[in-house]
Protein backbone atom coordinates (compact mmCIF):
# COMPACT_ATOMS: atom_id res chain seq x y z
CA UNK A 1 0.00 0.00 0.00
CA UNK A 2 1.30 3.57 -1.03
CA UNK A 3 1.07 6.36 1.51
CA UNK A 4 0.56 10.22 1.00
CA UNK A 5 1.04 12.83 3.15
CA UNK A 6 -1.49 15.04 3.60
CA UNK A 7 0.35 18.24 3.73
CA UNK A 8 1.88 18.43 0.48
CA UNK A 9 0.51 15.12 -1.77
CA UNK A 10 4.25 13.65 -1.82
CA UNK A 11 3.76 9.53 -2.57
CA UNK A 12 5.71 7.48 -0.06
CA UNK A 13 7.78 5.07 -2.07
CA UNK A 14 10.12 2.85 0.00
CA UNK A 15 9.71 -1.12 0.91
CA UNK A 16 7.40 -0.83 3.73
CA UNK A 17 5.93 2.80 5.39
CA UNK A 18 4.93 1.07 8.77
CA UNK A 19 8.88 0.23 9.58
CA UNK A 20 9.83 3.70 9.16
CA UNK A 21 11.06 5.26 12.51
CA UNK A 22 8.31 7.65 14.03
CA UNK A 23 10.72 10.82 13.37
CA UNK A 24 10.56 9.70 9.89
CA UNK A 25 9.46 13.27 7.81
CA UNK A 26 8.60 14.05 4.33
CA UNK A 27 11.26 14.80 2.18
CA UNK A 28 9.36 17.43 0.68
CA UNK A 29 7.71 19.41 3.33
CA UNK A 30 8.88 17.96 6.35
CA UNK A 31 5.72 17.22 8.06
CA UNK A 32 6.04 13.99 10.05
CA UNK A 33 4.84 10.10 9.60
CA UNK A 34 1.34 11.07 11.58
CA UNK A 35 0.70 12.81 8.49
CA UNK A 36 1.18 10.20 6.22
CA UNK A 37 -2.28 8.57 5.00
CA UNK A 38 -2.83 5.08 3.23
CA UNK A 39 -3.06 6.19 -0.59
CA UNK A 40 -6.73 5.60 -1.86
CA UNK A 41 -7.48 6.29 -5.47
CA UNK A 42 -11.53 6.69 -4.83
CA UNK A 43 -10.52 8.95 -1.70
CA UNK A 44 -8.30 11.30 -4.60
CA UNK A 45 -11.25 11.39 -7.21
CA UNK A 46 -13.80 12.12 -4.57
CA UNK A 47 -11.30 15.14 -3.46
CA UNK A 48 -10.81 16.10 -7.21
CA UNK A 49 -14.77 15.71 -7.95
CA UNK A 50 -15.40 18.06 -4.81
CA UNK A 51 -12.74 20.44 -5.91
CA UNK A 52 -14.07 20.65 -9.79
CA UNK A 53 -17.66 21.55 -8.41
CA UNK A 54 -16.78 24.34 -5.90
CA UNK A 55 -14.65 25.91 -8.79
CA UNK A 56 -17.75 25.22 -10.68
CA UNK A 57 -20.25 26.87 -8.61
CA UNK A 58 -17.57 30.11 -7.64
CA UNK A 59 -17.74 30.96 -11.71
CA UNK A 60 -21.73 30.16 -12.09
CA UNK A 61 -22.17 32.98 -9.32
Known sequence: MEYMCSVC????????????????QCPLCDAGKDEFRPRKIENEVNA???EYHKKVKNTQE
Open 9 to 24: GYIYDGEDFLKEPADY
Open 48 to 50: ATN
